[in-house]
């Protein structure tokens, strides 16, 4: 399967812009060629701010491919024809949950409805699909998040556990893929459908007979939230609904890890047409403090396992990292100055540089997923 960089992943300025640095020097051509961008950490705020979206990138930037370009200085982003667009949606729920504290399931269906027809998000969506020639865009969806972060603390939210809001949520993907589909010229190759992982076959079949058109690519979301246990059996079924090889693409969002990856080889096949992507690569890249309190992990090419970054560990992971030479990205020499710039960072000596070798580390972590989805 391929693999995708997630540029848009989240992160702090310090982050972004590190890669943004790096980017034309250090980023690998397979991620140059495939790129996942989010059309919500591109135009939405946090969520503490009084409005969902950024006004001034909103009302200036429509071709996302040269927004990537402008950032990175490098025109080749100009070009990537496999680049996909996911929604970012994730953004617009926590935006609501902040602002209606103990909100309930069914109101924050109505608050993102709401949301999206105010703000005339789909126009947009619409809009910078076609001025970007994007020919993987993500249709949206509102996301089932299990946990919300409010002024209250971690609340359970799982949007999928009542009959009726799962019906709820279905039909507003309905919709919004419909309109979609129309404002981009009712090419259905432009947009890759969304279908939930956890939506049962007779969900499904409701879904796709209420589209104005046939799928011709797939995107399968919900899947970091999905047990790990029940994964095999759900996507079999799935296949056997859709058979899924004789799509033009499929492409499973946010997979969960490197183990669910495999899950969907093993399950699926490892077809020309399918693809994935994950932002555990970029997480775990960034979890160090300057306080020395939280670290930074390096993931290993041969055993998948992720080590953190402090002393102790320096000389195992080089051990680990030259028994990997073969197929790793970096050199030696490469890794030990991506090691001593975070543990630089970590000690409080934060940097350009250790932010450079944060975002270095980002790509590492991010090539270790792509060798183990091959």
């Given at each position: 399967?391929d693999?995708y960089f997630?540029?848009s992943?989240?992160?702090?300025?310090?982050?972004?812009?590190?890669?943004?640095?790096?980017?034309?020097?250090?980023?690998?051509?397979y991620?140059?060629?495939?790129?996942l961008i989010?059309?919500?950490?591109?135009?939405?705020?946090?969520?503490?701010?009084?409005?969902?979206?950024?006004?001034?990138?909103?009302?200036?930037?429509d071709?996302?491919r040269?927004?990537?370009?402008?950032?990175?200085?490098?025109?080749?982003?100009?070009?990537?024809?496999n680049?996909?667009?996911?929604?970012?949606t994730?953004?617009m729920?926590?935006?609501?949950?902040?602002?209606?504290?103990?909100?309930?399931?069914?109101?924050?269906?109505?608050?993102?409805?709401?949301?999206?027809?105010?703000?005339?998000?789909?126009?947009k969506y619409c809009?910078?699909?076609?001025?970007?020639s994007i020919?993987?865009?993500?249709?949206?969806?509102?996301?089932?998040?299990?946990?919300?972060?409010t002024?209250?603390g971690?609340?359970s939210?799982d949007?999928?556990?009542?009959?009726v809001?799962?019906?709820?949520?279905?039909?507003?993907c309905?919709?919004y893929?419909?309109?979609?589909?129309?404002?981009?010229?009712?090419?259905t190759?432009?947009?890759?459908?969304?279908?939930n992982?956890?939506?049962?076959?007779?969900?499904i079949?409701?879904?796709?007979?209420?589209?104005?058109?046939?799928?011709?690519?797939?995107?399968?979301?919900g899947?970091?939230?999905?047990?790990?246990?029940?994964?095999?059996?759900?996507?079999?079924?799935?296949?056997?609904?859709?058979?899924l090889e004789?799509?033009?693409?499929?492409?499973?969002?946010?997979?969960?890890?490197i183990?669910?990856?495999?899950?969907?080889?093993?399950t699926?096949g490892?077809?020309?047409c399918?693809?994935v992507?994950?932002t555990?690569?970029y997480n775990?890249a960034?979890?160090?403090?300057t306080?020395?309190?939280?670290?930074?992990?390096?993931?290993?090419?041969?055993t998948?396992?992720?080590?953190?970054?402090?002393?102790?560990?320096?000389?195992?992971?080089?051990?680990?990292?030259?028994?990997?030479?073969?197929?790793?990205?970096?050199?030696?020499s490469?890794?030990k100055?991506?090691?001593?710039?975070?543990?630089?960072?970590?000690s409080?000596?934060?940097?350009?540089?250790t932010?450079e070798?944060?975002?270095?580390l980002i790509?590492?972590?991010?090539?270790?997923?792509?060798?183990?989805?091959?």
């Amino acid at each position: 399967m391929d693999f995708y960089f997630v540029y848009s992943s989240g992160g702090g300025a310090g982050d972004w812009n590190g890669i943004d640095r790096i980017f034309l020097q250090y980023m690998p051509k397979y991620f140059k060629d495939h790129i996942l961008i989010k059309f919500g950490d591109i135009f939405f705020n946090h969520r503490s701010h009084t409005s969902i979206v950024k006004p001034k990138i909103w009302n200036t930037v429509d071709n996302v491919r040269k927004w990537v370009c402008d950032n990175t200085d490098d025109p080749v982003m100009l070009r990537p024809s496999n680049l996909i667009m996911d929604v970012g949606t994730t953004k617009m729920v926590s935006y609501i949950t902040e602002k209606y504290d103990n909100i309930n399931a069914e109101e924050i269906i109505w608050k993102f409805d709401d949301i999206m027809e105010k703000e005339q998000i789909l126009d947009k969506y619409c809009s910078v699909i076609n001025s970007s020639s994007i020919d993987n865009a993500v249709t949206f969806d509102i996301p089932n998040l299990f946990k919300v972060r409010t002024q209250s603390g971690n609340i359970s939210r799982d949007l999928f556990s009542d009959t009726v809001n799962k019906r709820q949520l279905i039909d507003a993907c309905i919709r919004y893929a419909n309109i979609t589909y129309r404002g981009t010229g009712k090419n259905t190759d432009k947009l890759l459908t969304i279908i939930n992982v956890a939506w049962t076959n007779e969900d499904i079949e409701y879904y796709l007979s209420q589209l104005d058109y046939m799928p011709t690519k797939l995107g399968i979301g919900g899947l970091a939230d999905y047990p790990k246990n029940k994964m095999q059996v759900r996507l079999q079924a799935m296949d056997n609904l859709l058979h899924l090889e004789r799509f033009n693409k499929v492409h499973f969002l946010g997979c969960g890890g490197i183990a669910k990856a495999e899950i969907i080889k093993n399950t699926l096949g490892n077809n020309k047409c399918f693809s994935v992507d994950n932002t555990t690569a970029y997480n775990r890249a960034i979890d160090g403090n300057t306080k020395n309190t939280a670290f930074s992990g390096y993931f290993d090419y041969v055993t998948k396992k992720l080590i953190r970054i402090t002393p102790d560990t320096y000389r195992k992971i080089l051990k680990l990292h030259e028994a990997a030479l073969e197929v790793a990205y970096f050199n030696m020499s490469d890794m030990k100055e991506i090691l001593k710039g975070i543990l630089l960072h970590q000690s409080g000596q934060s940097s350009s540089y250790t932010y450079e070798c944060r975002a270095r580390l980002i790509i590492h972590n991010f090539d270790v997923f792509r060798y183990n989805a091959r």
